[in-house]
């Protein structure tokens, strides 16, 4: 800028087109600390993301990270997205979501996460959960990665090719031979041949769409409402193959939720009271991390709570808890099969501690001398 007298004014200069893109999040869930530290991680990290990310309020955040591992995070996570918000998760198992980070925080799994969600503010797709199924779906030169992926996670023997979808007339013929007799339970652990995109149909039931290869569910019903189908056994054709354009046009408005809830739930509901097999009815249970409760069974927060603490029976659990015996059987049928039970049984030295469920953790001590 030239001055009256011919000298120049220096003027700082900006570059607003040059500028990184400002984005929001909001921190659900978490406790203090951790939200007070990935606060500060925002601003410690600012030069290692693709665009400046700060905290909002919940309503006007772009992305809501979520600690799916508190108690009703989970929930709070299922209702964020079934209403079209953008969801992370803050995590112990951040591969299952689509954007996910490690819990504790590891600040470069913060930074890869957001880059990721930045790029899909940009425009980008969101990344799929299981692009390996969704493409043996959609070409048949993918079909020996299709059985690969089912042989990893079906436990049985007997195998039967599922037809490139659509296949109605393998949907009506084979399916009821297939499932009839059989229970929830057993589809999903593998214990039936079919596999697959899966809709569940039977008269007064809710209706119930399965996907094994993607390890999820949907029903307009709640988690509570499917208590009938872990209870019964198939019917003739209650079971059908769904082709892929069809299954996900009938999900397109129903939250996607992982299968381990409805494995949950069967182990709940199955007990009537009881522990299953193979639980010593006079052992001592213990949780061995806080699980993810539910809220449409809110007696379970007070057994979570006495259960993390110490172990004990399950007459000791109920009383002090503040419920009957057979809920803290049925809690404790449940958590075991997702690994979350860490149990003495009578016949255990004091002191040994064996991991419950298939997932669960062996905890070795030194017996009391």
């Known amino acids: 800028?030239?001055?009256?007298?011919?000298?120049?004014?220096?003027?700082?200069?900006?570059?607003?087109?040059?500028?990184?893109?400002?984005?929001?999040?909001?921190?659900?869930?978490?406790?203090?600390?951790?939200?007070?530290?990935?606060?500060?991680?925002?601003?410690?990290?600012?030069?290692?993301?693709?665009?400046?990310?700060r905290t909002a309020d919940y309503a006007s955040a772009e992305l809501l990270l979520i600690h799916t591992d508190s108690v009703y995070g989970h929930m709070d996570w299922l209702k964020a997205?079934?209403?079209?918000?953008?969801?992370?998760?803050?995590?112990?198992?951040?591969?299952?979501?689509?954007?996910?980070?490690?819990?504790?925080?590891?600040?470069?799994?913060?930074?890869?996460?957001?880059n990721r969600v930045g790029a899909h503010l940009a425009g980008e797709p969101l990344p799929a959960k299981a692009p390996a199924a969704k493409a043996s779906a959609e070409t048949p030169t993918s079909a020996p990665?299709?059985?690969?992926?089912?042989?990893?996670?079906?436990?049985t023997k007997a195998t039967v090719p599922m037809a490139a979808p659509p296949a109605p007339a393998m949907a009506s013929?084979?399916?009821?031979?297939?499932?009839?007799?059989?229970?929830?339970?057993?589809?999903?652990?593998?214990?039936?041949?079919?596999?697959?995109?899966?809709?569940?149909?039977?008269?007064?039931?809710?209706?119930?769409?399965?996907?094994?290869?993607?390890?999820?569910?949907?029903?307009?019903?709640?988690?509570?409402?499917?208590?009938?189908?872990?209870?019964r056994a198939f019917g003739h054709g209650e079971v059908k193959v769904v082709g892929e354009a069809d299954y996900t046009r009938q999900t397109a408005t129903l939250p996607s939720q992982p299968l381990a809830r409805l494995k949950w739930l069967a182990h709940?509901?199955?007990?009537?009271?009881?522990?299953?097999?193979?639980?010593?009815?006079?052992?001592?249970?213990?949780?061995?991390?806080?699980?993810?409760?539910?809220?449409?069974?809110?007696?379970?927060?007070?057994?979570?709570?006495v259960m993390l603490k110490q172990a004990g029976t399950v007459d000791?659990?109920?009383?002090?808890?503040?419920?009957?015996?057979?809920?803290?059987?049925?809690f404790i049928n449940a958590y075991n099969a997702l690994g979350y039970i860490d149990r003495e049984d009578h016949s255990t030295a004091p002191g040994e501690s064996r991991g419950g469920g298939l997932f669960g953790r062996v905890k070795k001590a030194t017996a009391a001398s």
């Not at 569940?200 to 993607?214: N, R």
């Open 316 to 330: 000791e659990i109920a009383a002090q808890g503040g419920a009957g015996a057979a809920d803290v059987a049925n």
């Open 268 to 305: 709940l509901v199955r007990g009537d009271g009881e522990l299953e097999a193979g639980l010593d009815a006079n052992g001592r249970y213990k949780l061995s991390r806080w699980p993810q409760s539910e809220r449409e069974f809110p007696k379970h927060f007070r057994i979570a709570t």
């Open 145 to 155: 990665a299709a059985t690969a992926r089912v042989a990893e996670t079906v436990p």
């Open 81 to 114: 997205e079934g209403s079209g918000r953008l969801v992370a998760a803050l995590t112990s198992t951040p591969d299952a979501y689509a954007f996910g980070v490690s819990a504790p925080v590891a600040p470069a799994d913060l930074v890869s996460m957001l």
């Open 1 to 53: 800028m030239l001055l009256a007298s011919g000298a120049v004014l220096a003027l700082p200069l900006e570059c607003p087109l040059n500028a990184p893109k400002t984005h929001t999040l909001h921190i659900v869930g978490a406790p203090a600390d951790v939200a007070a530290r990935i606060t500060a991680l925002l601003d410690e990290l600012r030069t290692r993301f693709d665009a400046r990310w």
């Open 173 to 231: 013929t084979h399916v009821p031979d297939n499932t009839s007799g059989a229970s929830l339970l057993d589809l999903i652990n593998g214990k039936t041949p079919m596999y697959g995109r899966l809709h569940l149909q039977a008269s007064g039931l809710p209706e119930l769409y399965i996907d094994t290869h993607d390890q999820t569910w949907h029903s307009a019903a709640s988690l509570k409402g499917l208590t009938p189908w872990c209870t």
